[in-house]
């Protein structure tokens, strides 16, 4: 069975916090517990991504959408949109800088993730956290 939610959020820092525990809920209401690692990673995923949105997102944004996907084998497939045009990138980070590392998170978290395009309504960033949560 598939099951998908998707809700739009403000452009706020606070909507970083609402956007993990929204998550959060929709993965245990469909049978996740809470010590699945599956879960785990999918809530500091959607973090890291809505973090990316709030930070970086085009100024006269208003609002993002999250969408989060339970797939029939347990993985969890995290969806992160916005009206912006580039596409984040990995870079390196010094040892004494303090942000930067979301992505790098993210890579190592993830089975898989990437950009889709949505032309000129923007992107969706997407990330695949498989079941036994191992890359």
Known sequence: MLRRNAFRLPRHPASVGLARRRVQNHLADWGHGPRDPALEDAVLLVSELATNVVRHGPLLEREFEVAVTALAD???LIEVS???QLAPRLRSVGESEE???GLHLVE???SAWGVWSRG???KTVWAL???DASP
Request: proline share 0%; net charge neutral; glycine share 22%.
């Open 99 to 101: 942000t930067g590392r």
């Open 129 to 131: 956290v498989l079941a």
């Open 120 to 122: 000129r309504h923007g």
């Open 108 to 110: 190592n978290l993830a």
């Open 82 to 84: 916005d009206e912006g």
């Open 74 to 76: 347990g993985s969890c």
